[in-house]
């Protein structure tokens, strides 16, 4: 009886001790699996963050280089007929990103498929839209504007990649564009590819899709506007009335002179028509640009198939400067015009220099007002 009980004793005693041990050993197992379960989610943070940064700091890929895009350096091919058609030949676009490995680290791992969805990607891309000119004639004003919609996406300064740097290839061009997402157009706007000779036929052959927006001003004002801006930069300029005419008096104008020849934008744009339909050219007013910035702006969104997003409420006319002005930009929060190089005043003119060039452009106008379908009634 006495030996049953010290049995019966000692076996609940190791069975109870079994029970603390399994207990400690459970709460030891939790302990362990919590630590590391913290450990992996960090390490996994972290790597998340580095392969996000390297995504910004990659050389990203074409999505409208012509499909011969492959030879980087861009060399010019034969001169193609006119395409009036507005076909989509060698420039035929993708407008998907092509989904590049991140790094060299692309695994086909689920975090690496999610960031290389389409779109979700920042990633640089040759422009959709340019604004090719007219110099002084607001082009400014308009990249200015049209950059405050959320779906436009525009180069900083003026480029110059099919007047100056053609021969550094579209991966140069590229690289100066900005970062977009899927769905955001890229813009640039370099005034002088209105009237180089080569430009409409690079464009083309970088992508035939291209729109073009062309701001267009009185030639008039616009050349006196072009010599405002050269004689800031000169102090012993001379008189405009002295380099717009040949021998001194009004009767020949000096057609070689640039501010007066680029104001024959027939010429121009008949260049511009061998190649592109008129129905990717947008012709905006440089006057109405200044008297109703959001009727021009509404234009230009509907032509870029953009909601209309930038309205009369983003404009507010500024007495002092003499323009309309920004409520808020991409780069400022407060209003603000643009700066002291646009709206200029202007010296005085001789009123008989004026009417002389008045009648020397009208013919070239009409000659304009007939290719582009617009009246611009310019006096
Ligand atoms: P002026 O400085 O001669 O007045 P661009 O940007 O192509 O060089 O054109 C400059 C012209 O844009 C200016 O010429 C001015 O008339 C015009 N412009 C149009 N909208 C303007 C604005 N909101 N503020 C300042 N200038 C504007």
Known sequence: MFVMSIWGTSLSLSSRSLAIALVLCLTLLYFSYSFNACLLASISRSLQQSNLRNLLSLTSTPRNESSSSSNDSATPAATPSANTTGSTGTGSTSNVPAAVGIASGSDGSPKYQLLRQP???????????????????????????????????????????????????????????????????????????????????????????????????????????????????????????????????????????????????????????????????????????IMDPAYEIGRVQDFLGLKRVVTEKHFYFNATKGFPCLFKSEARSTPHCLGKTKGRNHPHIDPSAIERLREFYRPFNNKFYQLTGINFAWA
């Open 119 to 289: 779109g979700l990607r920042p990633s640089r891309h040759l422009p959709d839209t340019l604004i090719i000119g007219v110099k002084k004639s607001g082009t400014r004003a308009l990249l200015e504007f049209i950059r405050l919609h959320p779906d436009v996406r525009a180069a900083g300064s003026e480029v110059h990649f099919f007047d100056r740097h053609y021969q550094r290839g579209l991966r140069w061009y590229r690289h100066h564009m900005p970062y977009t997402i899927e769905g955001q157009i890229t813009m640039e706007k370099t005034p002088s590819y209105f009237v180089t000779k080569e430009v409409p036929q690079r464009v083309y052959h970088m992508n035939t899709a291209t729109k073009l927006l062309i701001v267009v001003r009185d030639p008039v004002t616009r050349a006196i506007s072009d010599y405002t801006q050269a004689a800031s930069k000169k102090a012993d300029m001379k008189r405009f009335e002295q380099l717009a005419f040949v021998n001194g008096s009004y009767s020949v104008v000096d057609t070689n002179w640039g501010p007066v020849k680029i104001g024959v934008y027939s010429r121009y744009l008949e260049r511009w028509l061998l190649y592109f339909p008129l129905s990717q050219l947008l012709f905006i007013s440089g006057e109405r640009l």
